[in-house]
């Protein structure tokens, strides 16, 4: 699945488009029986509009009364529509709804050049069109669509097509790209031939998709990439386009947990019901991660996965080997949610991640890959107690 970059120009899915705002109490006000009374009754009202004023500001991090905005290319089946909705569905009920915009791509130049457009009329709405602000905004609407095609529709394009020539079962490319500078987050999809046949193999595959890179989203969410003189007020900060890589944690854990989320969620679905026909062993699943990781690792010997990046020729160890480090830690604290209960949240709040990881798991990052860099060795009946059980009926994870 396509890594998120964080670039200058942008950070790194058909819900509704009204716009969402979060109000604060109002403030009971009392009667004045003195004019200095009655001024500091007027003071208090006025800085509790100027609160909700401010919160009203809605960036990538705040939650949103609306579901995932979803475009399709107008050569995408409609059944397809329906089910990328329900899928988008799902994951925003657990983790929550941000401001997200999601692009589906199909096969059709033409149909592409008509969502590109569609994809810049949205950002002119937005008010992501300033010639004098070129950092976070674009110049103009030609500059957009140059941007969006060249950068991404136009690759995702050629994505599907070699996924249909190919005669994969399910989308080839996928990926949250960024865009939290201009307050939102946007994913892009190849086209998603899986969620043609509903319960295929290629159907659950897609919904992986989904659930991984919304976890993408979640995780982004958590990060504050502002500077600001007072946090408690919006206005004050800007956007700081140099801290992602460190609030990141690393993309073993970035991709890790993605992976790690994907197959759990899929098993809770399976199991409450939303798949039928369709039946994944979660230990067989993990160890097929922990073989693909095994693989790769071989094109860098003597390598921890704590710093392999996406530039690295063993690159896919941090989705495969990435998910036994998240399984691992779950085990150690006995919480297979404790990534977004407790290590994500906390994130948002300390912006340190070092400090954040220690408090979590009890133990610093030197420390857990003293440990697990000889860990991820042992024998499959030695690894396998870190992967949770998953309840019938319910798809509730634990540990036995």
């Known amino acids: 699945m396509k890594k998120f970059l964080i670039f200058i120009l942008f950070l790194s899915f058909c819900g509704g488009a009204s716009d969402s705002e979060e109000t604060s109490e109002q403030s009971e006000s009392n009667e004045a029986t003195q004019q200095s009374e009655s001024n500091e009754a007027t003071q208090q009202s006025e800085s509790n509009e100027a609160t909700q004023k401010e919160e009203e500001l809605i960036d990538h991090m705040t939650l949103v009364d609306y579901p995932a905005k979803l475009y399709f290319a107008g050569d995408i089946p409609t059944e397809v529509h329906s089910r990328a909705e329900f899928a988008f569905s799902i ?33 002119e709405k937005a008010g992501n069109f300033d010639p004098n602000d070129l950092r976070l905004n674009f110049r103009d609407f030609d500059d957009c669509m140059n941007f969006i095609d060249e950068r991404y529709f136009s690759e995702y394009l050629r994505s599907g ?10 989308s080839g490319n996928k ?12 994913l892009v999809w190849s086209k998603p031939i899986g969620f043609e046949v509903e319960n295929g193999e290629g159907y659950q595959i897609e919904l992986r998709g ?10 982004i969410a958590h990060m504050d990439f502002y500077n600001c003189s007072d946090k408690d007020i919006r206005s004050t900060c800007e956007y700081n386009f140099d801290p992602p890589d460190y609030l990141i944690g690393g993309t073993w854990l970035q991709e890790g947990t993605a992976v790690f989320k994907e197959i759990t969620i899929l098993q809770e679905q399976i199991k409450i019901g939303n ?32 710093d392999i990046t996406y530039s690295d020729p063993c690159r896919r160890a941090v989705y495969g080997w990435g998910a036994w480090a998240a399984a691992y830690l779950t085990h150690k604290v006995n919480d297979p949610y404790i990534f977004e209960n407790v290590y994500y949240p906390e994130l948002k709040k300390l912006g340190d991640p070092e400090l954040v990881f220690a408090n979590t798991f009890g133990m610093t990052r030197d420390e857990f890959f003293a440990e697990f860099d000889s ?12 992967i949770p059980a998953v309840e019938e009926n319910t798809g509730k994870l634990y540990y036995p």
């Open 210 to 219: 989904v659930f991984h890179e919304y976890w993408h989203v979640f995780q």
């Open 91 to 123: 994951i925003q009920e657990k983790l929550g709804k941000y401001p997200v915009e999601v692009y589906f791509v199909g096969t059709d130049e033409n149909e592409k050049d008509n969502l590109s457009n569609l994809f810049c009329t949205n950002r």
């Open 161 to 170: 097509l070699e996924t249909e020539q190919r005669g994969f079962q399910a």
């Open 275 to 306: 798949l039928k026909n369709i039946q994944v062993d979660i230990l067989q699943e993990f160890n097929n991660q922990y073989f693909d990781g095994q693989r790769v690792m071989e094109q860098c010997p003597g390598m921890s996965i704590r």
């Open 375 to 386: 860990w991820i060795y042992l024998s499959e009946e030695e690894r396998k107690i870190v």
């Open 175 to 186: 990926g949250h790209n960024g865009q939290s500078h201009q307050r939102y987050h946007l």
